[in-house]
Protein backbone atom coordinates (compact mmCIF):
# COMPACT_ATOMS: atom_id res chain seq x y z
CA UNK A 1 0.00 0.00 0.00
CA UNK A 2 1.04 3.28 -0.96
CA UNK A 3 2.01 5.53 2.53
CA UNK A 4 3.15 9.02 1.58
CA UNK A 5 6.45 10.33 2.95
CA UNK A 6 6.89 13.11 5.57
CA UNK A 7 10.07 15.41 5.62
CA UNK A 8 12.10 14.68 8.64
CA UNK A 9 10.72 16.26 12.28
CA UNK A 10 13.52 15.58 14.59
CA UNK A 11 12.93 16.87 17.84
CA UNK A 12 16.04 18.74 18.93
CA UNK A 13 18.70 17.40 21.67
CA UNK A 14 19.89 20.95 22.51
CA UNK A 15 17.10 20.80 25.29
CA UNK A 16 18.82 17.91 27.48
CA UNK A 17 22.90 18.57 28.67
CA UNK A 18 24.16 15.50 29.33
CA UNK A 19 27.53 15.37 31.82
CA UNK A 20 30.08 13.41 30.83
CA UNK A 21 29.74 11.46 33.84
CA UNK A 22 27.56 10.91 36.74
CA UNK A 23 28.56 9.41 40.50
CA UNK A 24 26.23 8.30 42.64
CA UNK A 25 23.39 10.42 44.05
CA UNK A 26 23.52 9.29 48.03
CA UNK A 27 22.53 12.04 51.14
CA UNK A 28 21.70 14.39 48.32
CA UNK A 29 24.82 14.77 46.82
CA UNK A 30 26.72 13.53 43.94
CA UNK A 31 29.51 10.96 45.59
CA UNK A 32 31.98 8.92 43.21
CA UNK A 33 31.21 5.46 43.58
CA UNK A 34 34.00 2.67 44.07
CA UNK A 35 33.10 0.31 41.46
CA UNK A 36 34.55 -0.24 37.79
CA UNK A 37 32.13 2.94 35.72
CA UNK A 38 30.28 1.77 32.80
CA UNK A 39 28.84 3.51 29.52
CA UNK A 40 25.60 3.91 28.52
CA UNK A 41 24.82 4.20 25.01
CA UNK A 42 22.20 5.51 22.38
CA UNK A 43 20.92 2.01 20.72
CA UNK A 44 19.81 4.03 17.73
CA UNK A 45 23.24 5.00 16.94
CA UNK A 46 25.71 3.24 19.20
CA UNK A 47 27.02 6.70 20.10
CA UNK A 48 28.55 6.84 23.51
CA UNK A 49 26.12 9.43 25.71
CA UNK A 50 27.96 8.66 29.16
CA UNK A 51 29.68 7.26 31.65
CA UNK A 52 28.07 5.78 34.91
CA UNK A 53 29.46 5.23 38.05
CA UNK A 54 29.45 1.52 39.42
CA UNK A 55 28.04 1.24 43.29
CA UNK A 56 29.93 -1.33 45.07
CA UNK A 57 28.39 -2.74 48.68
CA UNK A 58 29.91 -0.10 50.22
CA UNK A 59 28.32 2.58 47.81
CA UNK A 60 25.18 0.66 48.33
CA UNK A 61 25.45 0.47 52.43
CA UNK A 62 26.24 4.46 52.56
CA UNK A 63 22.72 4.51 50.43
CA UNK A 64 20.67 2.72 52.66
CA UNK A 65 22.25 4.34 55.98
CA UNK A 66 21.55 7.72 54.22
CA UNK A 67 18.02 6.37 53.52
CA UNK A 68 17.84 5.22 57.10
CA UNK A 69 18.97 8.68 58.61
CA UNK A 70 16.40 10.66 56.61
CA UNK A 71 13.37 8.13 57.26
CA UNK A 72 14.17 8.12 61.15
CA UNK A 73 15.04 12.06 61.43
CA UNK A 74 13.02 13.72 58.93
CA UNK A 75 10.61 11.73 56.41
CA UNK A 76 8.99 9.97 59.19
CA UNK A 77 8.69 12.65 61.63
CA UNK A 78 6.79 14.83 58.93
CA UNK A 79 3.15 14.86 58.79
CA UNK A 80 1.48 13.40 55.52
CA UNK A 81 0.32 17.19 54.41
CA UNK A 82 4.03 18.10 54.26
CA UNK A 83 5.41 14.94 52.82
CA UNK A 84 2.64 15.35 49.81
CA UNK A 85 4.07 18.91 49.62
CA UNK A 86 7.22 17.99 48.10
CA UNK A 87 5.61 14.89 45.72
CA UNK A 88 3.50 17.94 43.79
CA UNK A 89 6.38 20.13 43.51
CA UNK A 90 8.69 17.13 42.12
CA UNK A 91 5.29 16.31 39.61
CA UNK A 92 5.30 19.74 38.74
CA UNK A 93 9.01 20.20 38.09
CA UNK A 94 8.91 17.04 35.50
CA UNK A 95 6.08 18.69 33.84
CA UNK A 96 7.99 21.77 33.36
CA UNK A 97 10.99 19.84 32.17
CA UNK A 98 9.04 17.31 30.75
CA UNK A 99 10.52 18.03 27.05
CA UNK A 100 14.20 17.36 28.83
CA UNK A 101 12.77 14.32 30.15
CA UNK A 102 11.21 12.72 27.07
CA UNK A 103 14.51 13.65 24.88
CA UNK A 104 16.74 11.85 27.36
CA UNK A 105 14.93 9.04 27.72
CA UNK A 106 14.88 8.76 23.71
CA UNK A 107 18.20 9.07 23.43
CA UNK A 108 19.40 6.82 26.41
CA UNK A 109 16.26 4.38 25.44
CA UNK A 110 16.00 4.13 21.68
CA UNK A 111 12.31 4.91 22.11
CA UNK A 112 10.08 7.11 19.98
CA UNK A 113 9.57 10.97 21.07
CA UNK A 114 6.40 10.02 20.69
CA UNK A 115 5.80 7.89 23.26
CA UNK A 116 8.11 9.76 25.91
CA UNK A 117 6.41 12.75 24.86
CA UNK A 118 2.62 11.60 25.12
CA UNK A 119 3.20 8.78 27.08
CA UNK A 120 6.46 7.77 29.49
CA UNK A 121 6.76 11.40 30.65
CA UNK A 122 3.22 12.27 31.30
CA UNK A 123 1.99 9.21 33.01
CA UNK A 124 5.16 9.49 35.35
CA UNK A 125 4.38 12.82 36.16
CA UNK A 126 0.68 11.72 36.89
CA UNK A 127 2.44 8.93 39.07
CA UNK A 128 3.61 11.81 41.62
CA UNK A 129 0.31 13.82 41.40
CA UNK A 130 -1.68 10.96 42.45
CA UNK A 131 0.60 9.80 45.31
CA UNK A 132 1.20 13.34 46.38
CA UNK A 133 -2.63 13.29 47.06
CA UNK A 134 -2.78 10.30 48.79
CA UNK A 135 0.42 11.50 51.38
CA UNK A 136 -2.06 13.11 53.80
CA UNK A 137 -5.02 10.36 53.37
CA UNK A 138 -3.47 7.75 53.93
CA UNK A 139 -5.92 6.20 57.13
CA UNK A 140 -8.07 6.87 54.48
CA UNK A 141 -7.06 4.62 51.85
CA UNK A 142 -8.92 1.62 53.24
CA UNK A 143 -6.00 0.11 54.35
CA UNK A 144 -6.55 0.20 58.58
CA UNK A 145 -6.04 2.71 60.94
CA UNK A 146 -3.09 1.89 62.31
CA UNK A 147 -0.65 1.91 59.49
CA UNK A 148 3.08 3.13 58.92
CA UNK A 149 5.60 3.03 56.48
CA UNK A 150 8.51 -0.45 55.79
CA UNK A 151 11.15 2.04 56.59
CA UNK A 152 13.81 1.74 53.90
CA UNK A 153 12.94 0.47 50.40
CA UNK A 154 15.35 -0.80 47.98
CA UNK A 155 13.78 -0.56 44.63
CA UNK A 156 15.35 -1.90 41.50
CA UNK A 157 14.23 -0.85 37.83
CA UNK A 158 14.31 -2.59 34.13
CA UNK A 159 15.15 -0.07 30.99
CA UNK A 160 11.83 -0.54 29.07
CA UNK A 161 10.45 2.40 31.00
CA UNK A 162 12.76 3.73 33.02
CA UNK A 163 11.49 7.40 33.88
CA UNK A 164 8.23 5.78 34.55
CA UNK A 165 9.41 2.87 36.80
CA UNK A 166 10.88 5.12 38.76
CA UNK A 167 8.13 7.20 39.12
CA UNK A 168 5.92 3.76 39.46
CA UNK A 169 8.36 2.87 42.70
CA UNK A 170 9.28 6.14 43.99
CA UNK A 171 5.92 7.91 44.25
CA UNK A 172 3.74 5.45 46.27
CA UNK A 173 7.15 4.61 48.46
CA UNK A 174 7.45 8.25 49.22
CA UNK A 175 3.81 9.35 49.73
CA UNK A 176 3.55 6.05 52.55
CA UNK A 177 6.79 7.79 54.29
CA UNK A 178 9.40 5.32 53.26
CA UNK A 179 12.67 6.41 52.18
CA UNK A 180 14.12 4.64 48.77
CA UNK A 181 17.47 3.35 47.24
CA UNK A 182 16.32 2.94 43.65
CA UNK A 183 18.89 1.01 41.26
CA UNK A 184 18.38 2.04 37.43
CA UNK A 185 18.61 -0.51 34.79
CA UNK A 186 22.26 -0.60 33.27
CA UNK A 187 21.73 0.45 30.03
CA UNK A 188 19.09 3.66 30.76
CA UNK A 189 20.61 5.31 33.89
CA UNK A 190 20.26 8.54 32.87
CA UNK A 191 16.27 9.34 33.12
CA UNK A 192 17.49 8.83 37.07
CA UNK A 193 20.04 10.74 36.27
CA UNK A 194 17.89 13.92 35.92
CA UNK A 195 15.38 12.66 38.39
CA UNK A 196 18.13 13.06 40.84
CA UNK A 197 18.86 16.60 39.86
CA UNK A 198 15.16 17.11 40.09
CA UNK A 199 14.92 16.05 43.63
CA UNK A 200 17.34 18.39 44.49
CA UNK A 201 15.40 21.50 42.83
CA UNK A 202 12.44 20.12 44.41
CA UNK A 203 14.75 20.78 47.99
CA UNK A 204 13.58 17.36 48.74
CA UNK A 205 15.50 16.24 52.47
CA UNK A 206 18.85 14.59 51.92
CA UNK A 207 18.59 10.79 51.56
CA UNK A 208 14.66 10.23 51.61
CA UNK A 209 15.92 9.38 47.61
CA UNK A 210 19.02 8.01 46.50
CA UNK A 211 19.86 6.36 43.85
CA UNK A 212 22.85 3.93 42.94
CA UNK A 213 23.98 2.93 39.45
CA UNK A 214 25.54 -0.87 38.54
CA UNK A 215 24.24 -3.98 36.75
CA UNK A 216 23.45 -7.24 38.80
CA UNK A 217 25.54 -7.30 41.22
CA UNK A 218 24.71 -3.61 42.42
CA UNK A 219 21.15 -5.22 42.52
CA UNK A 220 22.28 -7.91 44.38
CA UNK A 221 23.76 -6.09 47.25
CA UNK A 222 20.70 -3.90 47.96
CA UNK A 223 18.91 -6.94 47.89
CA UNK A 224 21.43 -8.79 50.50
CA UNK A 225 21.39 -5.50 52.48
CA UNK A 226 20.74 -6.20 55.88
CA UNK A 227 19.14 -2.31 56.43
CA UNK A 228 16.91 -3.09 53.86
CA UNK A 229 12.91 -3.12 54.59
CA UNK A 230 10.88 -4.02 51.17
CA UNK A 231 12.35 -5.05 48.01
CA UNK A 232 10.11 -3.93 45.05
CA UNK A 233 11.50 -5.58 41.62
CA UNK A 234 10.54 -5.14 38.07
CA UNK A 235 12.09 -6.95 35.58
CA UNK A 236 12.47 -10.64 34.06
CA UNK A 237 10.80 -13.81 36.30
CA UNK A 238 14.56 -15.70 36.11
CA UNK A 239 16.02 -12.26 38.58
CA UNK A 240 12.47 -12.35 40.87
CA UNK A 241 12.99 -15.81 41.93
CA UNK A 242 16.46 -15.39 42.62
CA UNK A 243 15.47 -12.31 44.82
CA UNK A 244 12.40 -14.01 46.45
CA UNK A 245 15.13 -17.35 47.35
CA UNK A 246 17.79 -14.51 48.62
CA UNK A 247 15.04 -12.78 51.28
CA UNK A 248 12.82 -16.29 52.28
CA UNK A 249 13.59 -16.20 55.77
CA UNK A 250 13.96 -12.73 56.78
CA UNK A 251 12.17 -9.72 57.66
CA UNK A 252 11.89 -8.25 54.16
CA UNK A 253 8.81 -7.62 52.43
CA UNK A 254 8.74 -7.82 48.24
CA UNK A 255 6.87 -7.08 45.26
CA UNK A 256 7.92 -8.47 42.25
CA UNK A 257 6.30 -7.32 38.44
CA UNK A 258 8.17 -9.88 36.65
CA UNK A 259 7.39 -10.82 32.66
CA UNK A 260 4.39 -11.89 30.63
CA UNK A 261 3.03 -13.52 27.80
CA UNK A 262 -0.56 -12.15 26.95
CA UNK A 263 -3.07 -13.10 24.92
CA UNK A 264 -5.24 -10.57 22.87
CA UNK A 265 -8.16 -12.29 21.85
CA UNK A 266 -9.95 -11.11 18.99
CA UNK A 267 -13.75 -12.41 18.33
CA UNK A 268 -15.50 -12.57 15.03
CA UNK A 269 -17.82 -9.58 16.18
CA UNK A 270 -15.48 -7.46 17.49
CA UNK A 271 -14.91 -4.55 15.56
CA UNK A 272 -12.28 -5.33 13.08
CA UNK A 273 -10.44 -2.16 12.14
CA UNK A 274 -10.31 -1.00 16.19
CA UNK A 275 -9.25 -4.19 17.00
CA UNK A 276 -6.22 -4.12 14.17
CA UNK A 277 -5.57 -0.58 15.76
CA UNK A 278 -5.26 -2.40 19.84
CA UNK A 279 -3.11 -5.50 18.19
CA UNK A 280 -0.74 -3.10 16.94
CA UNK A 281 -0.47 -1.01 20.32
CA UNK A 282 -0.80 -3.69 22.18
CA UNK A 283 2.57 -5.39 20.46
CA UNK A 284 4.65 -3.60 19.06
CA UNK A 285 4.38 -0.42 21.62
CA UNK A 286 7.91 0.81 22.70
CA UNK A 287 8.98 -1.92 20.28
CA UNK A 288 6.99 -4.93 22.13
CA UNK A 289 9.58 -4.76 24.74
CA UNK A 290 6.86 -4.23 27.26
CA UNK A 291 6.02 -6.98 29.37
CA UNK A 292 2.01 -7.02 29.66
CA UNK A 293 2.67 -6.83 25.70
CA UNK A 294 0.22 -8.60 23.63
CA UNK A 295 2.44 -10.87 21.88
CA UNK A 296 0.23 -13.94 21.76
CA UNK A 297 -3.28 -12.89 19.29
CA UNK A 298 -5.68 -15.56 19.46
CA UNK A 299 -7.99 -14.99 16.35
CA UNK A 300 -11.56 -16.59 16.34
CA UNK A 301 -10.66 -19.47 13.27
CA UNK A 302 -13.45 -17.53 10.74
CA UNK A 303 -11.99 -14.05 10.96
CA UNK A 304 -8.23 -15.12 10.93
CA UNK A 305 -6.94 -14.18 7.50
CA UNK A 306 -8.87 -11.24 7.42
CA UNK A 307 -7.80 -9.98 10.61
CA UNK A 308 -4.31 -10.94 9.22
CA UNK A 309 -4.72 -9.30 6.15
CA UNK A 310 -5.71 -5.94 7.62
CA UNK A 311 -2.62 -6.40 9.95
CA UNK A 312 0.34 -6.79 7.30
CA UNK A 313 -1.40 -4.22 5.42
CA UNK A 314 -1.21 -1.73 8.73
CA UNK A 315 2.24 -2.52 9.81
CA UNK A 316 3.39 -1.70 6.47
CA UNK A 317 2.80 2.05 6.94
CA UNK A 318 4.63 1.78 10.35
CA UNK A 319 7.52 4.10 10.29
CA UNK A 320 11.06 2.66 11.62
CA UNK A 321 13.82 4.62 12.39
CA UNK A 322 15.10 7.87 14.05
CA UNK A 323 13.55 7.72 17.46
CA UNK A 324 13.92 11.56 17.67
CA UNK A 325 12.21 12.47 14.82
CA UNK A 326 8.48 12.88 15.77
CA UNK A 327 7.18 11.04 13.17
CA UNK A 328 8.57 7.90 14.13
CA UNK A 329 6.59 4.82 15.36
CA UNK A 330 8.82 2.37 15.57
CA UNK A 331 12.08 3.32 17.26
CA UNK A 332 15.50 1.30 18.07
CA UNK A 333 15.99 -2.08 20.35
CA UNK A 334 17.25 -1.55 23.96
CA UNK A 335 20.44 -3.53 23.69
CA UNK A 336 22.73 -5.91 21.18
CA UNK A 337 21.97 -8.43 23.88
CA UNK A 338 18.01 -8.25 23.82
CA UNK A 339 18.70 -7.93 20.02
CA UNK A 340 19.89 -11.31 20.27
CA UNK A 341 17.51 -12.81 22.09
CA UNK A 342 14.68 -11.71 20.22
CA UNK A 343 16.74 -13.18 16.39
CA UNK A 344 17.03 -15.76 18.32
CA UNK A 345 13.65 -16.85 19.46
CA UNK A 346 12.27 -15.39 16.08
CA UNK A 347 14.75 -18.00 14.81
CA UNK A 348 13.74 -20.35 16.75
CA UNK A 349 10.07 -19.80 15.13
CA UNK A 350 10.88 -20.78 12.16
CA UNK A 351 13.13 -23.77 12.87
CA UNK A 352 9.73 -25.12 14.88
CA UNK A 353 7.63 -24.58 11.57
CA UNK A 354 5.55 -21.44 12.02
CA UNK A 355 5.46 -18.74 9.43
CA UNK A 356 7.55 -15.84 9.45
CA UNK A 357 6.38 -12.35 7.71
CA UNK A 358 7.74 -8.95 8.38
CA UNK A 359 7.28 -5.26 7.27
CA UNK A 360 10.49 -5.34 4.74
CA UNK A 361 11.43 -1.89 5.72
CA UNK A 362 14.91 -0.74 5.48
CA UNK A 363 16.83 -0.83 8.70
CA UNK A 364 18.80 2.05 9.87
CA UNK A 365 22.84 0.90 9.26
CA UNK A 366 24.28 1.70 13.07
CA UNK A 367 21.86 0.95 16.33
CA UNK A 368 19.78 -2.03 17.29
CA UNK A 369 16.53 -2.63 14.71
CA UNK A 370 14.25 -5.28 14.11
CA UNK A 371 11.48 -4.96 12.00
CA UNK A 372 7.59 -5.59 13.05
CA UNK A 373 7.27 -8.93 12.57
CA UNK A 374 4.60 -11.64 12.47
CA UNK A 375 4.33 -15.60 12.82
CA UNK A 376 1.18 -17.46 11.95
CA UNK A 377 0.69 -21.13 11.76
CA UNK A 378 1.78 -21.07 15.57
CA UNK A 379 0.85 -23.52 17.55
CA UNK A 380 0.87 -23.47 21.78
CA UNK A 381 3.96 -25.94 21.77
CA UNK A 382 6.37 -23.09 19.71
CA UNK A 383 8.99 -21.45 21.70
CA UNK A 384 6.85 -18.22 20.45
CA UNK A 385 4.06 -18.82 21.96
CA UNK A 386 5.65 -19.78 25.50
CA UNK A 387 8.50 -17.49 26.00
CA UNK A 388 8.36 -14.03 26.50
CA UNK A 389 10.06 -12.32 23.34
CA UNK A 390 10.16 -8.63 24.25
CA UNK A 391 10.87 -7.45 21.10
CA UNK A 392 8.18 -6.37 18.24
CA UNK A 393 6.88 -10.13 17.17
CA UNK A 394 3.59 -11.39 17.15
CA UNK A 395 2.70 -15.06 17.15
CA UNK A 396 -0.80 -15.46 15.53
CA UNK A 397 -2.78 -18.42 17.11
CA UNK A 398 -6.85 -19.09 16.46
CA UNK A 399 -9.51 -20.70 18.51
CA UNK A 400 -13.02 -21.60 17.31
CA UNK A 401 -15.10 -21.47 21.01
CA UNK A 402 -14.78 -18.88 24.03
CA UNK A 403 -13.98 -22.07 26.13
CA UNK A 404 -11.18 -22.84 23.51
CA UNK A 405 -9.76 -19.14 23.58
CA UNK A 406 -9.71 -18.85 27.48
CA UNK A 407 -7.68 -22.66 27.66
CA UNK A 408 -5.44 -21.49 25.19
CA UNK A 409 -4.74 -17.59 26.77
CA UNK A 410 -4.13 -19.28 30.62
CA UNK A 411 -1.73 -21.82 28.59
CA UNK A 412 1.41 -20.15 30.19
CA UNK A 413 3.45 -19.98 33.22
CA UNK A 414 2.54 -16.13 33.27
CA UNK A 415 -0.43 -14.20 33.95
CA UNK A 416 -0.02 -10.65 33.77
CA UNK A 417 -2.15 -9.13 31.16
CA UNK A 418 -4.65 -10.30 28.60
CA UNK A 419 -6.72 -8.06 25.80
CA UNK A 420 -9.85 -9.22 24.52
CA UNK A 421 -12.15 -7.74 21.66
CA UNK A 422 -15.97 -8.64 21.12
CA UNK A 423 -19.01 -6.82 20.66
CA UNK A 424 -20.82 -8.48 23.85
CA UNK A 425 -20.38 -6.64 27.19
CA UNK A 426 -21.81 -10.66 28.63
CA UNK A 427 -19.14 -12.29 27.48
CA UNK A 428 -15.88 -9.65 28.87
CA UNK A 429 -17.32 -10.20 32.00
CA UNK A 430 -17.07 -14.04 31.89
CA UNK A 431 -13.98 -14.17 30.03
CA UNK A 432 -12.76 -11.32 32.65
CA UNK A 433 -13.09 -14.12 35.17
CA UNK A 434 -12.09 -16.45 33.61
CA UNK A 435 -8.48 -15.36 32.81
CA UNK A 436 -5.75 -15.84 34.79
CA UNK A 437 -4.26 -12.19 33.95
CA UNK A 438 -3.82 -9.46 36.76
CA UNK A 439 -5.27 -6.72 34.18
CA UNK A 440 -8.16 -7.83 31.30
CA UNK A 441 -8.57 -4.97 28.73
CA UNK A 442 -11.75 -4.73 27.18
CA UNK A 443 -12.00 -3.25 23.23
CA UNK A 444 -8.48 -1.86 24.38
CA UNK A 445 -5.13 -2.31 25.81
CA UNK A 446 -2.02 -1.01 27.00
CA UNK A 447 -4.28 1.31 29.15
CA UNK A 448 -2.38 2.39 32.34
CA UNK A 449 -3.35 5.13 34.66
CA UNK A 450 -2.07 5.30 38.53
CA UNK A 451 -5.36 4.61 39.90
CA UNK A 452 -5.45 1.09 38.46
CA UNK A 453 -3.56 -1.53 40.04
CA UNK A 454 -1.27 -3.01 37.86
CA UNK A 455 0.64 -6.73 38.79
CA UNK A 456 0.99 -10.61 37.89
CA UNK A 457 -0.15 -13.86 38.80
CA UNK A 458 1.76 -16.78 38.83
CA UNK A 459 5.27 -15.99 37.12
CA UNK A 460 4.58 -12.89 36.60
CA UNK A 461 5.16 -11.92 40.36
CA UNK A 462 3.23 -10.65 42.85
CA UNK A 463 2.07 -7.69 44.90
CA UNK A 464 0.39 -4.63 42.95
CA UNK A 465 1.70 -1.08 41.61
CA UNK A 466 -1.29 1.87 41.53
CA UNK A 467 -3.75 2.44 42.89
CA UNK A 468 -4.82 2.00 46.78
CA UNK A 469 -3.57 -1.97 46.48
CA UNK A 470 -0.09 -0.44 45.08
CA UNK A 471 -0.11 1.81 48.00
CA UNK A 472 -0.45 -1.02 50.41
CA UNK A 473 2.44 -2.43 49.33
CA UNK A 474 4.05 0.69 51.14
CA UNK A 475 2.55 0.10 54.53
CA UNK A 476 2.25 -2.04 57.12
CA UNK A 477 -0.35 -2.42 59.67
CA UNK A 478 -0.20 -3.07 63.34
CA UNK A 479 2.64 -1.75 66.19
CA UNK A 480 4.38 1.19 66.45
CA UNK A 481 7.13 2.89 64.54
P1 LIG B 1 16.75 -8.23 34.48
O1 LIG B 1 15.81 -8.89 35.41
O2 LIG B 1 18.04 -8.88 34.20
O3 LIG B 1 17.08 -6.75 34.97
C1 LIG B 1 16.13 -5.92 35.65
C2 LIG B 1 16.87 -5.15 36.74
O4 LIG B 1 17.37 -6.06 37.70
C3 LIG B 1 18.07 -4.36 36.23
O5 LIG B 1 18.16 -3.16 36.96
C4 LIG B 1 19.22 -5.29 36.58
O6 LIG B 1 20.45 -4.61 36.75
C5 LIG B 1 18.77 -5.88 37.89
N1 LIG B 1 19.37 -7.15 38.25
C6 LIG B 1 19.93 -8.09 37.43
N2 LIG B 1 20.36 -9.14 38.14
C7 LIG B 1 20.07 -8.88 39.44
C8 LIG B 1 20.26 -9.59 40.65
N3 LIG B 1 20.84 -10.79 40.68
N4 LIG B 1 19.83 -9.04 41.80
C9 LIG B 1 19.22 -7.85 41.80
N5 LIG B 1 19.03 -7.11 40.69
C10 LIG B 1 19.44 -7.62 39.51
O7 LIG B 1 15.98 -8.00 33.16
P2 LIG B 1 16.60 -7.42 31.79
O8 LIG B 1 17.88 -8.08 31.43
O9 LIG B 1 16.61 -5.95 31.93
O10 LIG B 1 15.51 -7.90 30.79
C11 LIG B 1 15.44 -9.25 30.43
C12 LIG B 1 14.04 -9.73 30.55
O11 LIG B 1 13.39 -9.17 31.69
C13 LIG B 1 13.15 -9.35 29.40
O12 LIG B 1 13.34 -10.16 28.28
C14 LIG B 1 11.80 -9.50 30.05
O13 LIG B 1 11.48 -10.86 30.09
C15 LIG B 1 12.00 -9.09 31.46
N6 LIG B 1 11.56 -7.72 31.73
C16 LIG B 1 10.36 -7.54 32.35
C17 LIG B 1 9.93 -6.27 32.62
C18 LIG B 1 8.65 -5.97 33.30
O14 LIG B 1 8.24 -4.83 33.27
N7 LIG B 1 8.00 -6.92 33.94
C19 LIG B 1 10.71 -5.19 32.27
C20 LIG B 1 11.96 -5.42 31.67
C21 LIG B 1 12.36 -6.69 31.43
MN1 LIG C 1 21.53 3.71 27.00
Known amino acids: MPTFEYAPAPESRAVVTIEDSYGLFIGGEWTPGHGTPFATINPATGEHLSTVAEATTDDV ?20 TDRGKYLFRIARIMQERARELAVLETIDNGKPIKETRDFDVPTAAAHFFYHAGWADKLEYAGLGSDIRPHGVVGQIIPWNFPLLMLAWKIAPALAAGNTVVL ?12 FAEICQQADLPPGVVNIVTGAGATGQSIVDHPGIDKIAFTGSTAVGKMIARSIAGTEKKATLELGGKAANIIFDDAPIDQAVEGIVGGIFFNQGQVCCAGSRLLVQENIVDDVVRRLKRRLETLRLGDPLDKNTDVGAINSAEQLARITELTEAGVAEGAERWDTGCPLPKNGFWFRPTLFTGVSQSHRIAQEEIFGPVLSVLTFRTPGEAVAKANNTPYGLSAGVWTEKGS ?3 W ?32 GREGGRQGLAAYVRSGGVA
Open 61 to 80: DAAVRAARTAYTRVWSRMSG
Open 183 to 194: KPAETTPLAAML
Open 427 to 429: RIL
Open 431 to 462: IADQLRAGVVWANTFNQFDPTSPFGGYKESGY
